[in-house]
């Protein structure tokens, strides 16, 4: 590992150690969606795995909904994007009950047509599938191990990327 990598590794870890109490607690902002679902993955690519775990239980026990979503105020676009993430980090850190709970939140919204995360979309009026959002999902969806799920995601950005109607022009909402 060059020193270049080895001194960004060590700042991540110290902030992360920084502003995550022993319990796994942002400290600054324990409420704050967004401070939480990546860091389980970014704490065990930084040799702090202990940190890692501890987040992850943390936010299976203190931020999910009763349905089992991740449960912040955040946009739904967002939690869904999270959850990807979150799934990845529970199976890091080996929290598969979250990772479970994660991929369980994200099937119930995949559209088993096109494979997609299905969301509200204001200037549609409709519910649409998002690349950015869906990918994020489906990243999570392979990671805790829902194959079919995933593939069925592939498949249809596959599809989208045939009918795109122009060469070099990309739409990402289907």
């Known amino acids: 590992m060059t020193d270049r990598f080895a001194v960004a590794r060590d700042r991540v ?10 319990d796994g607690r942002f400290v600054t902002a324990p409420e704050s969606g967004g401070a939480y679902f990546k860091a389980p993955y970014l704490a065990v690519a930084c040799g702090a795995r202990d940190l890692g775990t501890q987040v992850a239980r943390y936010i299976n026990g203190q931020l999910l909904d009763d349905a089992g979503e991740y449960g912040p105020d955040m946009p739904l676009e967002n939690r869904v994007y999270a959850m990807g993430w979150l799934a990845l980090g529970a199976v890091v850190t080996e929290q598969y009950d979250l990772a479970a709970s994660m991929a369980d939140a994200l099937e119930r919204r995949q559209d088993p047509g ?15 599938a998002e690349v950015c959002f869906s990918g994020g999902a489906g990243m999570g969806l ?8 995933a593939r069925c995601m592939a498949d249809g950005f596959s599809s989208l990327l045939d009918a795109q109607p122009e060469p070099g022009r990309f739409y990402n909402r289907y």
């Open 114 to 128: 096109s494979g997609g995360i299905m969301l509200p979309d204001e200037d549609a009026g409709a519910e649409m």
């Open 13 to 22: 870890r110290s902030w992360l150690y920084e502003h995550f109490d022993a």
């Open 142 to 149: 392979v990671a805790a191990g829902r194959t079919e799920s």
